[in-house]
């Protein structure tokens, strides 16, 4: 018979190696929705753009509390489009100046090619 203490000891071991193996399964099982937010910088007046922030900072707060994933922001104009793989501050996002015209068709190609994609874009008035 072996030593009660081995025993115990074995038995914790073989129970958080479990515990640990459970949480890695759980953690890809209920993995967090992943988006990218495009904001389409299509000329805007202040007290719309302040809804597209708004919008902005709601998902940026799910982002912050691990509710969701901001994979990449796309900014997005007439005149062409930057990409960054990490999130915009919110203030940052208050601070860009909106011009040019919406780009529909390029907004078209983006919804079909960009998986989980959330248009940040100016209400028609």
Not at 15 to 29: E, K, S
Not at 110 to 116: F, H, P, R, T
Request: proline content about 6%; glycine content about 4%.
């Amino acid at each position: 018979m072996r030593d009660p203490n081995q025993r115990l000891i074995t038995t914790v071991l073989v129970g958080w190696a479990a515990f640990a193996g459970l949480g890695i399964v759980l953690r890809q099982a209920i993995a967090m929705p992943r988006v990218t937010v495009v904001i389409d910088r299509s000329y805007c007046e202040p007290q719309n753009w302040q809804k597209v922030v708004d919008r902005y900072q709601a998902l940026y707060a799910q982002h912050q509390n691990k509710q969701l994933q901001i994979e990449s922001v796309i900014l997005l104009s007439d005149l062409g489009e930057e990409t960054l793989k990490t999130p915009l501050d919110p203030s940052a996002v208050q601070q860009l100046k909106t011009y040019g015209r919406k780009d529909l068709a390029r907004q078209e190609v983006l919804s079909n090619e960009v998986e989980n994609m959330e248009l940040l874009s100016c209400p028609d008035p």
